[in-house]
């Protein structure tokens, strides 16, 4: 195996450069594939990669993701594991329809039909991967090990089939069926959305709130109920008023006006403030039921006499109706109901009209939906035919058209501008708006309390998610809507003939057998054409697609094309063992598996379960991640400029020092994070460049001819320093394993910069006379362990310096990411040394300020400090000979006193040897900073010419500096060093 190229470590490092030449010895020698290889017949780890989209870059998302997708599984193999690591791309759904459909300039969905479906489709496929070869780059240069040449893609046959297979399943069991509901439906793509995907596209938006007047009828013709909506759009669709029938209402007379109104008695004070008014009489809403009104607005009002309508249909139009889900949290306490376009004035329509009972004539009739599904006014609503009821650009501007209308017509009581969350097209940004439509539905309610139960089993990193954001999702859960009105995705696998019969295939294989036709693609314009003839009837394909988010929810057996292939495969990877992606995807990606792997899994005395395994998720350990925002806490954005690119921080910083950053953030336990570069860079230096200076160290003054310790063998070790740090390395690798097996990223990652500090600042400065030494075997041997394993350690972190580490102490050439995880015997630990040892630290900071404080230098040295209690470790001669020489002084006094708070007292009294002493430490400070301007090497041997120094530290000084003392003859000289 070709090595890396020794560095030398006295220059600065490029670290990008550095991780630019890792990543070609990785490719020369093929470590990912060898680190494959060399487990192929171990324990298997499984790990699911959700599949992202190439129609856009990586950002800093993404790359946390990747980061920790890379770290769990370079652990799990060090650790003697197989793990299976396989790209996938999310190719179909609306991401790339609405960019194909933005390049054609194709405004809506009938323009694409008239473009041709084929002709849009393949546009799609030909840009779904624009960015792929970014994304390999990018996902190259941050380290991560991943198979991205044989990725899996949701627009491949073998995929897609599969994705039928899950679908078919679903169906045998009864739990997909088609229903009429009022859902979300996106105007712009013309096509309904699930309830979690509606729920990533809530944004703060101003809305004008109305309150409308509907005249009373069969009265003196000046009474009015006060009804309040924030969608006037839907008011020329109102078919009834709701009220409570056990609240109280009243009506009251405005002085001003001279009208009366009906409304909620809790609710005027609000309603009418800042008017006067006088209260007529006070009733329950039950003694409103019946009433009827005058709709106000005509296009509907010829439904009273359709003699084509029952009767009974008739008489309730227009009519006040008792609700129990009217509050009186804002508006009058009166409801308007347009049972097209919310979900419970659908539920108070359908129990009052019975409309899934009528026959489609009646119910075209009856059912007022005066929107189109593009979201346009019909042509029946004459004044505004044709409008876009919540267009984009101008979202208010047809509720305005709506007020201007009451107004001239005097049925607006007032207007008010408000601010609230409205649900937007996750994809294209449009305004959502409530539809009632039909679509094709997972019965996820029938298997509500299976999802909570595998959720139990589930191991969620932060925990609070299994039962918080997760779980609560999961109790609400409500039939998950899959058809899309859509083009470009897996079709829907049903053929229906003309008496509704319905036919669900489960494979390519399948419907050729039924079709007699060759099966090549499985897309929308191939199996559209496609006819089944059986049973003398002919069968058409449906014309819907899959949500893309049901394909991604299919990844766990599509990826390998089961169950048609690859069952083995299959079985050893399911379920994962980890997964991890955005918090988002509570309601997104991990929804999705968790509902198709409890659906296909169940088994009881109604189900059978379709796997190799019964009632489980399809994963058993999840990191959910939070945002990364910009600096200033909002969203990076190109056109606020707020953000730096990612490929500019791995050059200037590495992908080390970006790794490290992102994973010990709070941000891979859910949390968001400001990205702050200056961040980035503290790291490098504070980190990496300190563990650069400690392998120069090494380099430098470290004995390299003798062998590393075996740390899984006992051996003595005399020195207590050598003992320390052994301790703290084995602590350090309890606490990563602890920390990594149960997938906790956060805390292992914040292990490193304590660990390198301690290392460098403690250790190597303590023990630097001791590396000059002749007899430095067993400091030099330990030193390297160190080294080693704790790179070793650190490598699933930050793979690319710990390379660095292995490779200069190393001779063999191998790569780290070849090697086990480190044991290490506990043998080496010493808890109670490692103690006493943060104990003598503590004294150190408090005699180092102490000193400060009565301001004499470090390296003046003083008679004795007294501390106010003893240490634990005072009767430990080597332990009390460091503490004397951290804090420069001769003797260590202990006081007897039993204060929780420590002090310390110096004795400042010179002696004349004192003073000598201090002035020799100065000369050899002075010395050393020469040779350091110099650049002269650590055994380059010179001469100082000094006027004077204290004769009897003379060996002291020389010894310390490499230097031969010649003292000035010639009056005027300055002290100078030269060769």
């Avoid at 997909?176 to 309830?195: A, D, E, F």
């Avoid at 003939?497 to 419907?511: F, H, K, P, Q």
């Amino acid at each position: 195996m070709t090595k890396l190229k020794s560095k030398d470590f006295r220059k600065t490092p490029n670290l990008a450069q550095l991780e630019e030449e890792i990543l070609q010895f990785w490719e020369d020698e093929q470590v990912f594939e060898q680190s494959l290889k060399q487990r192929e017949n171990a324990e298997n780890f499984s790990f699911y990669d959700g599949p992202p989209f190439a129609t856009g870059l990586p950002h800093y998302g993404h790359l946390m993701q990747s980061m920790i997708k890379d770290l769990i599984p370079r652990y799990q193999t060090m650790k003697g594991k197989y793990v299976r690591r396989v790209w996938g791309w999310d190719c179909h759904g609306l991401p790339i329809e609405n960019l194909i459909e933005k390049g054609l300039n194709l405004k809506d969905k009938q323009a694409i039909e008239d473009f041709g479906v084929a002709a849009f489709n393949q546009a799609c496929q030909a840009r779904v991967l624009t960015y792929a070869k970014d994304w390999e780059k990018t996902i190259k240069r941050i380290g991560r090990f991943i198979d991205m040449k044989n990725a899996y893609k949701t627009m491949d046959k073998t995929y897609m089939e599969s994705v039928w297979w899950v679908f078919k399943e679903l169906y045998k069991k009864g739990l997909i069926y088609q229903s009429h509901k009022v859902m979300h439906i996106c105007p712009r793509c013309s096509t309904p959305l699930s309830n979690f995907e509606v729920t990533q596209g809530y944004q703060e938006v101003k809305d004008l709130a109305v309150t409308a007047k509907f005249k009373l009828l069969n009265d003196d013709g000046n009474t009015y109920f006060l009804s309040w909506t924030t969608t006037a759009w839907t008011l020329p669709g109102n078919m009834f008023l709701a009220v409570n029938p056990d609240l109280d209402y009243v009506l009251v007379e405005s002085k001003a006006k001279n009208e009366k109104y009906y409304l909620a008695k809790a609710r005027l004070t609000e309603v009418f403030v800042d008017q006067d008014y006088q209260v007529i009489r006070t009733v329950k809403g039950q003694e409103l039921i019946g009433l009827n009104y005058q709709p106000i607005f005509p296009y509907f009002t010829n439904l009273k006499e359709d003699l084509d309508l029952p009767i009974e249909a008739r008489k309730l139009l227009f009519s006040v109706q008792a609700a129990q889900f009217v509050n009186l949290d804002e508006g009058t306490g009166i409801v308007h109901i347009a049972p097209a376009f919310g979900e419970d004035d659908y539920q108070l329509g359908e129990s009052l009209l019975n409309f899934s009972q009528l026959d489609n004539h009646a119910k075209s009739k009856l059912f007022i939906q005066h929107v189109d599904f593009s979201g346009r006014f019909i042509e029946a609503v004459t004044d505004f035919a044709g409008m876009e009821v919540k267009a984009k650009d101008q979202p208010q501007a047809t509720d305005v058209e709506i007020i201007r209308y009451l107004a001239k017509k005097d049925l607006l009581f007032a207007k008010k501008q408000i601010t609230h969350s409205y649900p937007h097209c996750w994809r294209c940004d449009s305004p959502l708006l409530n539809y009632a439509t039909s679509s094709w539905f997972v019965e996820v309610s029938a298997f509500k309390e299976e999802l909570l139960k595998n959720n139990q089993a589930i191991n969620w990193q932060p925990a609070h998610i299994k039962d918080g954001r997760f779980g609560n999702w999961l109790a609400e859960a409500r039939d998950w809507a899959i058809s899309r009105n859509r083009f470009w995705g897996t079709p829907l696998p049903l053929w229906q003939s003309e008496d509704g019969d319905l036919i669900c295939v489960a494979s390519a294989d399948e419907l050729e057998k039924l079709s007699g036709q060759k099966i090549n693609n499985l897309h929308k314009e191939f199996v559209d054409e496609i006819l089944i003839e059986k049973d003398g009837k002919i069968y058409r394909h449906l014309p819907e697609v899959l949500d893309c988010w049901f394909e991604s929810g299919a990844m766990p057996y599509a990826q390998f094309n089961y169950p048609f292939a690859n069952q083995e495969l299959f079985e050893k990877n399911f379920p994962a063992n980890f997964i991890s992606e955005g918090q988002d995807q509570t309601r997104g990606w991990f929804y999705t598996l968790h509902v198709l792997a409890t659906a296909l899994s169940m088994s009881n005395d109604k189900f059978e379960s379709s796997l190799n395994k019964a009632n489980t998720s399809a994963f058993e350990n999840v990191m959910c991640t939070g945002l990364i925002m910009a600096s200033d806490g909002k969203k990076m954005s190109k056109r606020l400029n707020n953000y730096p690119e990612p490929q500019v921080i791995l050059d200037k910083y590495g992908a080390d020092s970006l790794r490290l950053y992102l994973l010990s953030s709070a941000a891979v336990k859910a949390e968001t994070l400001n990205f702050e570069e200056q961040e980035v860079a503290d790291i490098r230096r504070r980190i990496f460049l300190i563990w650069w200076n400690i392998l120069a160290f090494y380099q430098t003054f470290a004995d390299q001819n003798f062998d590393k310790l075996d740390l899984e063998q006992e051996k003595e070790i005399s020195h207590v320093l050598d003992r320390w740090l052994l301790s703290r390395l084995t602590t350090l690798q309890k606490k990563l394993v602890n920390y990594l097996d149960n997938f906790d990223v956060m805390r292992a990652t914040r292990l490193i910069a304590p660990f390198i500090n301690d290392l460098s600042t403690w250790y190597l400065r303590l023990s630097r006379e001791r590396f000059k030494n002749d007899d430095s075997k067993e400091a030099s041997q330990v030193f390297a362990s160190v080294l080693t394993v704790s790179a070793q350690l650190f490598a699933p972190i930050v793979p690319f310096f710990t390379e660095l580490v292995y490779q200069q102490l190393n001779k063999e050439g191998k790569s780290i990411h070849l090697s086990d995880y480190p044991k290490i015997l506990d043998f080496y630990q010493d808890k109670k040394l490692e103690a006493e040892m943060r104990e003598l630290k503590q004294l150190v900071e408090l005699g180092h300020a102490q000193r400060k404080s009565v301001q004499v230098p470090l390296r003046q040295p003083l008679a004795s400090i007294t501390f106010n209690k003893a240490a634990s470790f005072k009767n430990n001669t080597e332990l009390s000979a460091i503490l004397k020489q951290e804090l420069n002084v001769k003797e260590i006094l202990w006081g007897q006193e039993n204060e929780k708070d420590l002090s310390a007292v110096f004795d400042l009294e010179l002696s004349a040897d004192l003073e000598a002493e201090g002035t020799a430490r100065q000369i050899v400070r002075r010395i050393q900073n020469w040779r350091k301007k110099a650049g002269l090497k650590v055994d380059d041997k010179v001469s100082a010419y000094l006027k004077t120094w204290p004769n009897q530290f003379t060996n002291m000084i020389e010894e310390k500096t490499n230097t031969q003392l010649i003292r000035a003859k010639i009056e005027g000289l300055k002290d100078q060093v030269e060769d």
